[in-house]
């Protein structure tokens, strides 16, 4: 059967054994569990001694975590049970380091994929991988600050009426999107007034390229224009987004935490509720200003084109 190892690491500016206590608390982990928020109706049981719990979700699937070993504040060991859906057995470790300004904790899994299944250990190592950050960004936030300010919502299928605009494209990798896309939309600020952009439709990111098991990405960022002009300066993009319906989950809360808004997403395409338009590329629109609005107020509409 073929091995899977995942581990992640994030810095938390917390004491090791605050951290640590909401770890080995089972009850604490729907706060900044990476699949719960996604599905918040998860039927969840929490036998009596505190030692495991068992999901059971539509979308998230079904299974069992039971503690092994623990020493405080530094480790806790499990046993990991997924019934659906497939079946596998995996080792799961969390390690708390303290280090200057707070602690390290790094998530593990050690496990097998069934035989059938071999050709999807790569993606699921990254796809897995990339809900363990999400997580443990949503453990550094309640360790910090005392909560997750990360809402999402799917409002379901909507009409698009398409628009021209004018941008900028990037390539990069996956965690410096927030960075690289902030000075992207610096970029793009003058020529709002230059090509009487229609400030009434929001700007938005484009995604053209994503490779989740290398981390690349390249995306465009734009404005809306009533047409595309032909007088664009070097360096920037002009381009259209297709009328057609689209599928939309809504954000609310800090970009750092959009991971769990495309979660959301990719788990609705998988499973059917919606069938993304091939050749058609997601795209996000920022509702509100975020040098007026507080992060915790931030709305993101995360949209896929579908059939």
Known sequence: MPATHISRTIHIAAAPEDVFAKILDFRQWPAWSPWI??????????????????????LIGAGRITKVASSVPDRLECKLE????????????????????????????????????????GMMETLVGMDYMRGL?????????????????????EAFAGRSYVGVTT??????????????????EPLVSQYEVDESNPPFSIYEKWNMRKSDVQYSVGVAVPEVPADLPDGFISGQIP????????????????????ALGMILSRTKKFQPRKGAYPFELYMNDP?????????????????
């Open 37 to 58: 928020i996604v599905e918040p109706e998860t039927k969840l049981t929490f036998p009596e001694g505190g030692n495991s719990y068992e999901w059971k979700g539509e």
């Open 82 to 121: 997924i019934s659906k859906p497939w079946k596998s057995v995996s080792e799961v470790f969390f390690q708390c380091k303290a280090v200057e300004g707070g602690c390290e904790v790094t998530w593990i899994m050690n496990g097998k994929l069934p035989l059938v299944m071999f050709w999807m250990k």
């Open 137 to 157: 960004t949503m453990l550094k936030e309640l360790c910090e600050t005392g909560s997750v300010p990360s809402a999402i919502e799917a409002l379901g299928e």
């Open 171 to 188: 390539e990069c990798k996956i965690p410096e999107i927030g960075i690289k896309m902030g000075a992207d939309f610096a970029k793009i």
């Open 243 to 262: 009328e057609g319906k689209i599928f939309v989950i809504r954000h609310t809360g800090p970009y750092r935490h959009l991971g769990n808004a495309w």
């Open 291 to 307: 040098r007026k609005t507080e992060e915790k107020d931030l709305v993101v509409h995360i949209c896929f084109p579908m059939v």
